[in-house]
T-cell receptor, first 114, second 110 residues
Framework: DAMVIQNPRYQVTQFGKPVTLSCSQT?????MYWYQQKSSQAPKLLFH???????NEADTPDNFQSRRPNTSFCFLDIRSPGLGDAAMYLC?????????????FGPGTRLTVT | DAKTTQPNSMESNEEEPVHLPCNHS???????IHWYRQLPSQGPEYVIH?????VNNRMASLAIAEDRKSSTLILHRATLRDAAVYYC???????????WGAGTKLIIKP
């Protein structure tokens, strides 16, 4: 049974047209993460929530925003997608943030910008 | 931040053991060693993690050097479904971040 669900799996948007990606989890984990993964690269952390506390990575562009309305759901908003934002976007969860906690990843949403 | 170094790719025969090495010479005393794998077109999947002692689970074994500057992920009997990119990752006990290596692409030959 899927524990971290991402919708849609594939998203096509136009240059500059806002897009929202969604993630839901059935694990009741406190922490939710958003990663960006480009071809043949390791995932890059964009931001994370610990409960409702939002934590932005220093090098995450302002173009990327996130919302977490409740424990189960988290959204990634890209306000004005550029061609360089085409990538796989991965959502992950964990029960805590210390080093011993594993992260559970969703299948990802592949974003294409035309 | 401590970093990990892995071979770009490795090949192995089906039904044979696979040893995937990782160097992390700048690891600190509270860094955990994690391994995740990523199958094509899927999200990463947790494999195993450890701090100082060797660890076993249903998927794999993790052998950690005594000085903790290197580790080896052991798949005891590789199948075609184990073909993936394997990431060796460090995770500080006091920090949420996973410090990802570049990954090793494991190719399994039938």
């Amino acid at each position: 049974d899927a524990m971290v669900i991402q919708n849609p799996r594939y998203q096509v948007t136009q240059f500059g047209k806002p897009v929202t990606l969604s993630c839901s989890q059935t694990l009741n984990h406190n922490v939710m993460y958003w990663y960006q993964q480009k071809s043949s690269q390791a995932p890059k952390l964009l931001f994370h929530y610990y409960d409702k506390d939002f934590n932005n990575e220093a090098d995450t562009p302002d173009n990327f925003q996130s919302r977490r309305p409740n424990t189960s759901f988290c959204f990634l908003d890209i306000r004005s997608p550029g061609l360089g934002d085409a990538a796989m976007y991965l959502c992950a969860t964990s029960a805590g943030t210390s080093g011993g906690h594993e992260q559970y990843f969703g299948p990802g949403t592949r974003l294409t910008v035309t | 931040d401590a970093k990990t170094t892995q071979p770009n790719s490795m090949e192995s025969n089906e039904e044979e053991p696979v040893h995937l090495p990782c160097n992390h010479s700048t690891i600190s005393g509270t860094d955990y060693i994690h391994w995740y794998r990523q199958l094509p077109s899927q999200g990463p999947e947790y494999v195993i993690h450890g701090l100082t002692s060797n660890v076993n689970n249903r998927m794999a074994s993790l052998a950690i050097a005594e000085d903790r500057k290197s580790s080896t992920l052991i798949l005891h009997r590789a199948t075609l479904r184990d073909a993936a990119v394997y990431y060796c990752i460090l995770s500080m006990d006091s920090n949420y971040q996973l410090i990802w290596g570049a990954g090793t692409k494991l190719i399994i030959k039938p």
